[in-house]
């Protein structure tokens, strides 16, 4: 039977929907907050009524609630514990979970707040963003036998490496130990959801295998509009890098680029430059790495400046998972791409044609190098990653693809309804 009628009748009612997050989508410091909130933005234009449950570190100012208020009916903000909150240290210490999950759970003020939300009724979509967060809504869930869509940024068992291979070596047992206990917790999580979204066919058939049933692919996007007028200084030998380093990976990219990528590029072109720019730059990279030639910006709340002023972005990432909005939106930009293949996942870029590809610091070097030395060649190169970027990235059809999601499970009959997972 063809279910495509009533799919795309779910999809075209407004739809109630609940969504959890455990950070605030305002700013855009990260691409986990991009993502939510041009996906927030897309589905509110699309007449859908989004309610919002965050547990946020930060508080909502009135710049969060003028950027939220337009797209969301609510906007309800509980504050996370501190790191070094007593609850925090002992969950820590000798709870069964993996360590992110302990520092976002036991929030019994959440889970109040959550089962309240409930009680209301009317939710068509309950989603919960990151198996990491669902730790105080999982009781009440499984309780109330209430479906749920779970939606995974990264493979987070997967991303250990980035953090863990940096630990002194007599703690790396612990390192092994608390990935072992994020694979358990991810089998839990996904195993419960009636749906589960990845962002990557890579990242989904990992989270198939784990949870046991297909997982759906919502990709990242980018706004395409917003880049459409940048063109790139490709005569300026100026290399771009952009991150949250909150995050690993990201650390791990800098710091590796500037090891082992750069030196062997400043032999053969001493006149390049190297700009760094991201929230929540380390504060010892500059003593670190002290050469004039690098440019530690930290945050820029004009990303298109600095694509403008740049004649390449430098995506030198080694893990990660996912699909990388910053490399996204380097593309949308036109900025000529020279990347490894983890920078490029998910993306559908080919080497040569959208970007230039190499996995080892030597043959990054070279790529940049050419990069750099060829602007004609590298203009194409960028122009040709914008137009695969607008016509396969944008957040109109990743909000579409999501939307598919949705009335898969609002569909009359889905067996959802009576708590179990509908087909994918």
Not at 92 to 103: D, F, M
Not at 350 to 369: C, F, K, Q, S, W
Request: aromatic share 8%; hydrophobic share 45%; with cysteine.
């Amino acid at each position: 039977m063809n279910d495509a009628p009533a799919r795309n009748a779910a999809a075209s009612r407004p739809l109630r929907i609940l969504l959890t997050l455990p950070y605030l989508p305002w700013p855009i410091t990260s691409g986990g907050k991009a993502r939510q909130f041009h996906l927030i933005r897309e589905l509110a234009g699309r007449g859908h009524r989004l309610t919002l449950l965050v547990q946020s570190k930060t508080e909502a100012d009135e710049a969060v609630h003028a950027a939220l208020s337009p797209f969301v009916e609510r906007l309800i903000v509980l504050p996370r514990r501190a790191l070094r909150h007593p609850r925090t240290l002992w969950h820590a210490a000798v709870s069964p979970l993996p360590l992110l999950t302990t520092v976002n759970g036991h929030a019994p003020a959440l889970a109040e707040r959550f089962a309240a939300l409930l009680d209301e009724g009317g939710w068509d979509i309950v989603q919960i963003e990151h198996s990491y967060g669902f730790e105080p809504f999982a009781a009440i869930l499984a309780r109330r036998r209430q479906p749920f869509v779970l939606t995974e940024h990264n493979v987070e068992s997967e991303l250990g490496a980035a953090t863990y291979g940096k630990w002194p070596a007599p703690l790396r047992p612990l390192a092994r130990y608390d990935q072992a206990r994020a694979r358990r917790w991810e089998r839990l999580v996904l195993s419960r959801a009636a749906a589960i979204v990845a962002v990557t066919e890579s990242d989904a058939r990992t989270l198939s295998a784990v949870g046991g049933r297909p997982a759906h692919v919502v990709p990242n996007g980018v706004d395409t509009a917003a880049f459409a007028a940048v063109r790139p200084n490709v005569h300026s030998r100026h290399a771009l890098f952009l991150g949250n380093y909150e995050y690993a990976p990201n650390i791990d990219a800098v710091e590796w680029a500037l090891t082992h990528v750069w030196p062997l590029v400043w032999e053969r072109m001493p006149e390049a430059n190297f700009t760094v720019c991201g929230h929540g730059l380390p504060s010892g990279w500059r003593g670190r790495f002290p050469d004039p030639r690098i440019h530690f910006r930290g945050y820029v709340p004009d990303l298109t400046q600095v694509q403008a002023a740049s004649a390449a972005f430098l995506a030198p990432l080694r893990f990660g998972g996912g699909s990388k909005l910053k490399v996204l939106e380097a593309m949308a930009a036109g900025l000529p791409l020279v990347s490894t293949r983890e920078g490029l996942s998910g993306l559908g870029a080919v080497d040569g044609v959208h970007a230039r590809v190499a996995d080892t610091p030597e043959a990054l070097a070279h790529a940049l190098i050419q990069t750099l030395s060829d602007p004609t060649g590298s203009r194409t190169v960028g122009e040709a990653a914008r137009a695969h970027v607008q016509a396969h990235f944008d957040w109109s059809q990743a909000a579409a693809r999501l939307e598919a999601v949705y009335a898969g499970l609002a569909r009359p009959g889905c067996p959802a309804a009576e708590g179990q997972p509908c087909p994918a």
